[in-house]
């Protein structure tokens, strides 16, 4: 039987480079899944909701903008409502090529994970981000490790692969702001099996980056301080 995979692509200002992002996501054929994306247009105040629905894309025109963190929760609950068997966060920069999809269902057929994460440190073949922002990453890994027990290298990654068991627990409670590192924590805490595969990715077709800010000291405070908040508290 073909299990339901759902895209959920969140999108703030991402008409440069959504065309291309899913002409290439409609291309994409993997045996024994049927793939079916929606768009997350995170309150844009450009043309990325007009350009999803001429390729006959589902779309999800939120009201306000929620941030990265909304935005990904808010295709969980679609996720969650349409009982789909998986969802894969791909963000709308196009940074994660479609092609790379198969390896995050690999690992997830192999390991039977509720979560994996693609990650651009374990080969590192691809774009590496800047060194900046890689000390960040390499701040977080042992931030996480000390959480959770685990290594896992790309912490920050957006390109994720969440089960039913996931979905449901992401779609219920979700960090709503630079939620890939505090997650890991939740996820860790609730018991779920997370892995984490190498994929290559590219550099940013067009738009900004969610997490500008990503080498401040105000940042690293705070989401710190986020990770430390999940850690003790309980879970629902």
């Known amino acids: 039987m073909l ?30 899944y049927v793939i079916i994306p929606v768009v997350v247009n995170d309150c844009s105040t450009d043309d990325t909701s007009a350009i999803a629905r001429q390729q006959q894309i589902k779309v999800i025109d939120l009201p306000i903008n929620l941030g ?8 969980l609950l ?59 990453i390499g701040y977080f890994y042992w931030l996480n490790k ?11 990654s957006g ?7 996931a979905i449901e627990l992401a779609s219920v409670d979700y960090p709503d702001e630079y939620p890939e590192p505090e997650s890991l924590v939740y996820f860790a805490k609730a018991g779920f099996r997370i892995k984490e595969t190498p994929v290559i990715m590219a550099s940013r077709v067009g738009g900004q980056s969610s997490i500008r800010n990503f080498a401040s000291l105000y940042y690293c405070i705070k989401v710190s301080l986020a990770m430390l908040f999940s850690a003790i508290r309980k879970i629902q």
Do not use: W
């Open 3 to 32: 299990k339901r995979l759902l895209i959920i692509i969140p999108c703030y200002n991402e008409q440069a480079s959504l065309p291309a992002l899913l002409a290439e996501l409609i291309e994409v054929k993997i045996p024994g």
């Open 68 to 75: 990265i963190g909304g935005a990904v929760q808010s295709g």
């Open 78 to 136: 679609y996720a969650a409502q349409y009982n789909f068997d998986l969802a894969v966060q791909m963000d709308g920069d196009g940074q994660h090529p479609p092609k790379e999809l198969v390896k995050l269902l690999s690992c997830y057929e192999n390991s039977n994970a509720n979560l994996v994460i693609g990650s651009r440190f374990i080969e590192k073949e691809g774009f590496q981000s800047s060194f900046t922002r890689r000390l960040g």
């Open 146 to 156: 000390a959480f959770t027990g685990l290594n896992i290298y790309d912490s920050t």
């Open 159 to 165: 390109f994720r692969l969440f089960d039913r068991k």
